[in-house]
């Protein structure tokens, strides 16, 4: 929907960053692609410019317009949480910026395997610290221990994120036909695991040493 927000910004650039790591919170609050598919920047009334200038600039998204976007619903309750996401969401780039930059880039993919790559390579980075053996059972074994609350949520994720690496592995390493036969509901829970993976690092404040502490 259209609306105009007022932030405090000396350049339109900076102002930009500001609405898209918003943008960033809602994504991690609620599922889906949320995304700016244009913002314009409008000067102050009264405000000089040039003869003929723009009355502000505008930055467009152009892969929002063409690409098959899954929606993002939101209602009170999750923009209250996107806000809280938001407050932390400094620090969870400063300690995990390959994960966060990955999730960052999955929706301007626009193939379900690059969404799967990107999303396994995120998972990595929060759960393979320093593993150097049995890579794939170590991978679905952390996330299991991460996301899953109860013994049942564990095994479900455990079976989960083997499949997610297996995944990623066929797409990387196999032959170009099997590159083409990923499977969107595996991409899109690979995208889910990632998402809540950052929800539960942030809520918890992990820093990249206690969370490896944690899923030892």
Not at 105 to 132: C, F, H, K, Y
Not at 189 to 194: I, Q
Request: aromatic share 6%; charged share 30%.
């Amino acid at each position: 929907h259209d609306e105009t927000v007022h932030y405090k910004a000396p350049v339109s650039v900076e102002g930009h960053q500001v609405i898209q790591r918003a943008v960033t919170a809602i994504r991690l609050a609620v599922r889906g692609d949320a995304g700016v598919v244009e913002q314009r920047t409008f000067g102050e009334l009264g405000e000089a410019r040039p003869p003929g200038g723009l009355p502000g600039q505008i930055m467009r998204n152009p892969w929002m317009a063409t690409f098959v976007l899954t929606p993002s619903e939101v209602d009170a309750s999750d923009l209250r949480r996107a806000k809280g996401l938001l407050a932390r969401l400094t620090q969870l780039e400063h300690d995990f910026p390959i994960a966060t930059d990955r999730f960052v880039a999955i929706p301007q993919r626009a193939r379900a395997e690059d969404r799967l790559i990107d999303a396994t390579i995120g998972l990595e980075s929060l759960l393979l610290q320093g593993v150097r053996d049995e890579l794939r059972y170590q991978f679905a074994l952390r996330g299991a221990l991460l996301l899953g609350e109860t013994r049942d949520e564990r095994t479900g994720w455990f079976g989960s994120l083997r499949e997610i690496y297996d995944s990623r592995s066929k797409v990387v390493h196999g032959a170009p036909a099997k590159r083409r036969r990923v499977d969107q509901e595996v991409a899109k829970a690979a995208v889910d695991a990632l998402r809540r993976a950052l929800v539960v690092v942030a809520r918890r404040r992990l820093s990249p040493r206690v969370l490896d502490e944690q899923l030892r």
